[in-house]
């Protein structure tokens, strides 16, 4: 890994083994980009990567150069109204009203390891060793503008983190209307983008298309990150598959407005933006004034959807989530929610507790209502204060009682919500975001916090802190259940109501890192009414988060299989609950249940007393399985083996550090007579390795798929002609053996030799 500073030509080479990333200063002071991707040996020159061509109609910098126009060079940080004509990285105005920029190089500085950005969740080092950060240096004059790109190269895997400073070294006050943490301009577009869209209970499903000339984008104005549209991106250069081909992925480690950007102009260039959705953004700089944009991470590979993911994984999994809960196989939880809404008793709850205590669940998560008077949605929000009525000794009679019983206890919370049916919200009617004179529109009847001032963060915090310190809490969900209108805030001077949504997040990562500081063992689950707030800035603080309200075993598969091309299993919130389910009222296995939510963090959401015998016993074996295999699950390789976006069955696996050890997880989602044959190829084995595979299947009895799959076979069969999944099921007189929505866990093991 290095970075290689060419002075003489102005140029900057980021590399490690697996990327190239160059850029150099240009002939009228700013950053062009020259090559971003597969590593590439150094040269003394690269000015030819330039390509300035004379073409008509161009609107041209120099009087001397007919070919020199910024609308036909790739740059680093773009800006608009100076013979470039895309979509810019930043737009500042000036107090005469100006708009035009120009940032022209000063300096630059190399710091080992990596800086932290103050306030923002971002990924991290641990030893100097383990990245390299290059600084540069730019300045608008006339503007007193001085402007910081800042790299960091990682040693390890093709991975590029960007991020831009502005400071404001002038005497005028600046308005900042575009600040966008990523510019990258790609010489071509020969690729598909997928972008991870969806809605509530249907989050992050991939959507592809052929990148065209134009601009497409995907973005929230939601105030969160959103579950329609998730801020990661993937070009793909066809046909680059799960195993193979090239794709750059860009994530923003970011909760609020965001926006994901390609825009292809008519030579057929690329430029990709991302950051902080520009509609709606003002930040006011007065002298001496600094701003800050969230960090954006480029992963560059040659080797497939699967490794360009199985990159993210690592980085978000090691250096971007924090703390005690990091690297530990995280506990088997029961969570009351779906087993009993805001209808239970203290009593109730600890009979669902013994129940799962009893199954070897090792968590109690007592979900929302047990505050204020919350006996519905319409009250109790902001109102962090047992109710005592449903909990005679308090939260931490309740959570004694579990530790008693040998669970321990978690709790949720929704820090940034008021009902105005509450006495925060009749103490403080001013604490919240809305428009003087206009309409306060409600969510789920509830209002949002102004997030943005701090004595509103500084009483939550003083609230939760009272609970958590009071009773033996070793798990918090965090929620987050409405979107953000009417942002204006009643502490803020108009010329700064711009700066709202993102101080808003900035007032809940301050939350989030009060919090977790104070109560270091803490886990802490993030949660938007499921998945709507599923984004790197939210792993920085919590761990893990609830993927989806959508506890349907066939849809969640779906939602998994998309949410993993970015985020680790180990963070993803995955729980069995009950059939027919209450989101579809679809009736699935409750091996399939499990089977799907065994590949994420692992948990209940149902009352295990109304289970049968047989079921409950069911239920212990699959506490057990997850176990025994929670560290493989949890922190192994992911492969994605076959998208249930592509047909009946979808596949997926994990595999052991040293390769000795994997899970398959198969799933159909309808079953049919006499049905073709099938293989399954696996991905990331040992091709020398001779493997034992048990079948944990769905067979009552019956020949075919366990015999010609289980047994030994060595890797490379698995891998090249692939694993027998053939069914022989539902034939006239075979019996019932699958059934609709059917799934199976192979287990390989490598035999000791
Ligand atoms: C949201 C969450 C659920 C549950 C409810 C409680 O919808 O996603 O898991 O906590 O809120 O109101």
Redesign the pocket.
Known sequence: MGIIINNKKDTFHLCNQEISYIMTVLPNGQMGQLYFGKRIRDREDFSYLLETIGRPMASCVFDTDKAYSMEHIKQEYGVFGATDYRMPAAEVIQENGNRVSEFCFRDYRVEPGKPKLPGLPATYTEKEDEAETLVIGLEDERAGLRLELMYTVFAKGGIIARSARFLNRGEQNLRLTTAMSLCLDLPDSGYDWIQFSGAWARERQPKVRRLEQGIQSVGSLRGHSSHNHNPFLILKRPPADGSQGEAVGFSLVYSGNFLAQAEVDTYDTTRILMGIHPHGFEWKLEPGGEFQTPEAVIVYTDRGLNHLSQTFHRLYRKRLARGYWRDRERPILINN?EATYFDFTEDKLLEIAEKARECGVELFVL??GWFGRRSSEHSGLGDWIANSERLPDGIAGLAQRMEDMGMKFGL?FEPEMVNPDSDLYRAHPDWILSAPGYRRSHGRYQYVLDFSRREVVDHIFGMMEKILSGAKVSYV?W?M?RSITECYSAALPADRQGEVYHRYILGVYDLYEKLTERFPHVLFES?A??GGRFDPGMLYYAPQA?TS?DTDAVERVKIQYGTSYCYPISSMGSHVSIAPNHQLNRSTPLRTRANTAYFGTFGYELNLNLLSEGEQAQVKEQVCFMKKYRRLIQFGTFYRLQSPFDGNTAAWMVVSGDRREALVGWYRTLVGVNMPYTRLRLQGLDPGLEYHVEVQGSYVEGPSVHEAAAGMHYGDELMYLGLITTDGSSGENEGLQSCDFDSRIYILKANDR
């Open positions: 929610w979900d929302d949720w969900k929620d259940n949660c009414s499921g609830w309200d």
